[in-house]
């Protein structure tokens, strides 16, 4: 059964930095593109970033230059690094893997976690 658990989330204030976590077990993510999408209060969930099996990244723009997305594979783990952040990165945070292997850039991410609360405060 595939499982995705994030966490890092919390409370900080804006220009802080938080370091989200997504732990993957159930198959060999490694081979798979990875993402973390984020859906804030009466907004619908977007994309934030997203790494390829080979660690190709891609973001939003909005998030460019002070979000990372990386992988450690001998973990099964994939990171955000989200620094300078503002109020509007205010929502929860969602982990997700691509089902099909080795496919990039992926826009079907099928398998997610629960999320975590990342919350700036002015």
């Known amino acids: 059964q595939v499982q995705l658990v994030e966490s890092g989330g919390g409370l900080v204030q804006a220009g802080g930095s938080l370091k989200l976590s997504c732990a993957a077990s159930?198959?060999?993510?490694?081979?798979?593109?990875m993402a973390w999408f984020r859906q804030a209060p009466g907004k619908e969930r977007e994309f934030v970033a997203a790494i390829s099996w080979s660690h190709m990244t891609f973001y939003r723009d909005s998030v460019k230059g002070r979000f990372t997305v990386s992988r450690d594979k001998t973990k099964s783990t994939v990171y955000l690094q989200m620094n300078s952040l503002k109020p509007e990165d205010t929502a929860v945070y969602y982990c997700?893997?691509?089902?099909?292997?080795?496919?990039?850039?992926?826009?079907?991410?099928?398998?997610w976690g629960q999320g975590t609360q990342v919350t700036v405060s002015s």
């Open positions: 159930g198959r060999t993510f490694s081979n798979y593109a």
């Open positions: 997700a893997a691509d089902r099909v292997p080795f496919r990039w850039p992926s826009h079907e991410y099928d398998d």
